[in-house]
């Protein structure tokens, strides 16, 4: 064949749509693309080269372009994906991160408000995670429907002003919020439906937010250390007309509390010894009323 003849080369690799290239067809068998905004690649039984004979698409890359689903964002098994119109993708299995590597939606702003995941009526969260028994009853064990985990492998510099957690929640306001309805940094439900029975000691925890601390054995805290289940720290506060507390009790949407504390061993509580002397008195509110209970130093 004359290397100046020029044909349409047809691939129809499984049968579906087909694509026509312009070529040439050359002594050795081999093809080159005639058209001037591809000239220089040829096509070969192995793939698609440049004329430096540097492979860039091979038989198996074209065969995952093939299998690509008719629906863009339907993800198809051993074949490439690809998004929507509304750059969406559907049909992933696992989806693995490297180490190094994030995930980010929008960014972390303080000082403005169109830089992060747009909230509306329409769309109520940015993150939602759901997971549930499917269908079988669970065995002994631990089950979360998602953990954040940070490690210290590594000892901290002694006195270093380092803060680390292993999980952060945060509700900033840069407006004012005039609402009858909850703010919160953190939430956390306790939730049944219907007429089940909850069963349990008064040693096991059912709560809407549990903590727990589990120090290994031979742990030592440090003299003037305290490790809590629930820490408070200072707060800054502009001017309040209002009350401030570090925990606010309010009515229960339906039944009653049965007390304001629960504890069912008596660590951390002890009578008053004889002779003690009141010096102090701590301070509860109950449906705005202020009630005081004393405070005894031994």
């Not at 210290?152 to 929640?169: K, L, R, V």
């Not at 007429?195 to 601390?213: E, M, P, R, Y």
């Not at 509860?284 to 009630?291: A, L, M, S």
Request: proline share 2%; aromatic share 6%; hydrophobic share 40%.
């Amino acid at each position: 064949m004359s290397a100046t003849q020029k044909y349409q080369l047809l691939l129809d690799p499984d049968g579906g749509e087909s694509l026509q290239l312009p070529v040439i067809v050359n002594a050795d068998g081999t093809y080159t693309l005639y058209e001037t905004s591809v000239d220089g690649l040829q096509l070969t039984t192995a793939g698609v080269t440049d004329s430096l004979n540097k492979r860039f698409v091979t038989d198996a890359e074209l065969a995952l372009l093939s299998g690509v689903s008719a629906a863009p964002g339907t993800v198809v098994a051993s074949s490439a994906v690809t998004v929507d119109a509304n750059k969406d993708v559907t049909g992933i299995r696992n989806l693995t991160f490297d180490k190094t590597g994030s995930i980010t939606m929008g960014t972390l702003s303080s000082a403005n408000d169109t830089s992060g995941v747009a909230l509306s009526s329409a769309k109520t969260k940015a993150d939602q995670v759901c997971a549930d028994t499917g269908g079988s009853a669970l065995t002994a064990g631990n089950y979360r429907a998602r953990v954040s985990r940070f490690l210290i492998g590594t000892a901290i510099s002694s006195g270093a002003d380092i803060s680390t957690y292993g999980h952060e929640n945060l509700l900033k306001m840069i407006a004012s919020v005039n609402t009858g309805g909850n703010q919160g940094g953190a939430l956390g439900h306790l939730e049944s439906a219907g007429t089940l029975t909850l069963t349990g000691s008064i040693n096991v925890v059912k709560a809407g937010v549990a903590s727990f601390v589990d120090l290994a054995t031979g742990a030592t805290i440090a003299a003037s250390t305290v490790v809590s289940a629930y820490g408070v720290n200072p707060a800054n506060f502009g001017t309040v007309t209002g009350r401030t507390a570090v925990i606010h009790v309010t009515a229960p949407f339906a039944g009653t509390w049965g007390s304001l504390f629960d504890i069912s061993g008596l660590n951390g509580l002890a009578a008053a010894a004889a002779g003690a002397t009141q010096d102090l008195h701590g301070v509860i509110y109950k449906d705005g009323v202020k009630y005081t209970f004393p405070l005894y130093r031994a």
